[in-house]
Structures are given as structure tokens and as C-alpha cells.
T-cell receptor, first 114, second 112 residues
Framework: GAGVSQSPSNKVTEKGKDVELRCDPI?????LYWYRQSLGQGLEFLIY????????KSGLPSDRFSAERTGGSVSTLTIQRTQQEDSAVYLC????????????FGNGTRLTVT | QKEVEQNSGPLSVPEGAIASLNCTYS??????FFWYRQYSGKSPELIMS????GDKEDGRFTAQLNKASQYVSLLIRDSQPSDSATYLC????????????FGQGTTLQVKP
């Protein structure tokens, strides 16, 4: 079956512009995560959606970052007024709701802010 | 104290040796544990999951879990250069939300 799909795969934007990154999780997966990974660094947790519960936004680095998940499926991560330090790979992952379910990752969006 | 801790490495082993990767976690109520492998420039991929104390073997990989010591490890037997990657330990928290927490990863280098 289809895996986690992210688009675009690459995005180059100018400093100060807004960007939207999209994630389409595996069908039936109610949990969805966004991570950021800078070159040579570990996974930085951004936000976690679980079903109809309020999202865990504890990892969002600033109020320029926001995310939505519509209809319990597709999610959009928005970065407003991008800065050069926002350049990174943004990874989306999804899983079933149960606590013993592993995450399945998308291929990521590589964001470059010039 | 970080919720999930790993030695960042790099861990260097010769080809054919056993590589031992370790992970400790702080949430005593955690029940599900995973090991992911991440090649440079790629996304993490699941290689092992473990839920009960003891060992779980899958090919050249063995995951070991000790809940009393809050310790989970991954052994790679007969290490190959193709095993060179970063290995991420992930633990499901015991809270209602069950968020998965990742360690920072250990870089493994297998030298021919």
C-alpha cells in the first residue's frame, strides 16, 4: 500500500516568505508527527496529532510555525516569514493509535531558505 | 535528564564484529520500544520493535529490553559496511497521548 507521502520533496524560498509543507499519512493512521532534522543532527520533534485530541505543539520553535490536520488525515505545516535557520529536512510520520504501533516516515521535504 | 538517551558515537567496529548500541529511558511506565536505522540523506526506517523483557532476534539483529533497568539495546552480529548508519532508539511514553520519543541516535561505522 501507499506509504506516507510528503510534498514538495524540495522547496527553495527567499527569506521572509511563507511556506506550506504537506503530509498525507497512511490510510487509517490516526497519529501524525512532524519532525525537523538539520544537517548532521538528530530528529527535532515539532508537533504531534492524535485523533481528535488537542495537538501536542510543545516542539514548535516559534510562533512562526503552525500546523493543521484536516479531517484527521492530511496535515499542513506552515512556516511564516522564513529565516535561514529554518533550512532543514522536515519529516512527517504516522502510525496507528495504539501504543505499540511504530512510526512510518515519509521521504521528507528539504527546505532551503536563501 | 533526557527522556531517551543514546551515546552519539561514532561507534566504530571492524567488519564481522558485533556492534552493541545502547539506549536508556526515563519513563518507567513505557511499554513499547523501537529501533530505527537512518542512512545519510534518507528517512528513518524501522528495524526492530520490542515490548517484553528479554531478547528478540531477527536475522543479524537482536533487541534486548530490561524494564527494571530502563535499558534497551540493539546488537548487530556479523556487522557489514552496509550497516554503517545512525541508529535511533524510540520509546512510547506512558501518558494518555502515547507520544513516541526519540533519542538523538548513535552513529555506527563498520570498517572493511
Amino acid at each position: 500500500g501507499a506509504g506516507v507521502s510528503q510534498s514538495p520533496s524540495n522547496k527553495v524560498t527567499e527569506k521572509g516568505k511563507d511556506v506550506e509543507l504537506r503530509c498525507d499519512p497512511i490510510s487509517g493512521h490516526t497519529a501524525l508527527y512532524w519532525y525537523r532534522q538539520s544537517l548532521g543532527q538528530g530528529l527535532e520533534f515539532l508537533i504531534y496529532f492524535q485523533g481528535n485530541s488537542a495537538p501536542d505543539k510543545s516542539g514548535l520553535p516559534s510562533d512562526r510555525f503552525s500546523a493543521e490536520r484536516t479531517g484527521g488525515s492530511v496535515s499542513t505545516l506552515t512556516i511564516q516569514r522564513t529565516q535561514q535557520e529554518d533550512s532543514a529536512v522536515y519529516l512527517c510520520a504516522s502510525s496507528f493509535a495504539s501504543g505499540d504501533s511504530p512510526l512510518h516516515f515519509g521521504n521528507g521535504t528539504r527546505l532551503t531558505v536563501t | 535528564q533526557k527522556e531517551v538517551e543514546q551515546n552519539s558515537g561514532p561507534l566504530s567496529v571492524p567488519e564481522g564484529a558485533i556492534a552493541s548500541l545502547n539506549c536508556t529511558y526515563s519513563d518507567r511506565g513505557s511499554q513499547s520500544f523501537f529501533w530505527y536505522r537512518q542512512y545519510s540523506g534518507k528517512s528513518p526506517e524501522l528495524i526492530m520493535s520490542i515490548y517484553s523483557n528479554g531478547d528478540k532476534e531477527d536475522g543479524r539483529f537482536t533487541a534486548q529490553l530490561n524494564k527494571a533497568s530502563q535499558y534497551v539495546s540493539l546488537l548487530i552480529r556479523d556487522s557489514q559496511p552496509s550497516d554503517s548508519a545512525t541508529y535511533l532508539c524510540a520509546v512510547h511514553g506512558s501518558s494518555n497521548t502515547g507520544k513516541l520519543i526519540f533519542g538523538q541516535g548513535t552513529t555506527l561505522q563498520v570498517k572493511p
